[in-house]
């Protein structure tokens, strides 16, 4: 995968707080650190090997919300 970095769009004004619940995720979780804009979240991940990994537990997290 070339994939380096996963970017999550969120609706205008809600990322901060999306980004509030990825920041719950730790390096355990696949998740280095994150940066959130007005609509946009960048998440950099503990291993480019297991970014799959990581945006799969991103997914379950939001979709346990």
């Given amino acids: 995968s ?6 999550i769009r969120s609706r205008r004004c809600c990322a901060s707080v999306s980004d509030s619940l990825l920041d719950s995720l730790g390096k355990a979780d696949g998740v280095l650190g994150t940066i959130a804009g007005d609509d946009t979240i960048f998440i950099a991940p503990a291993k480019i090997s297991e970014i799959d990994v990581t945006l799969e537990r991103v997914r379950i997290l939001f979709d346990t919300v």
């Fill in 2 to 7: 070339k994939r380096r970095i996963i970017v």
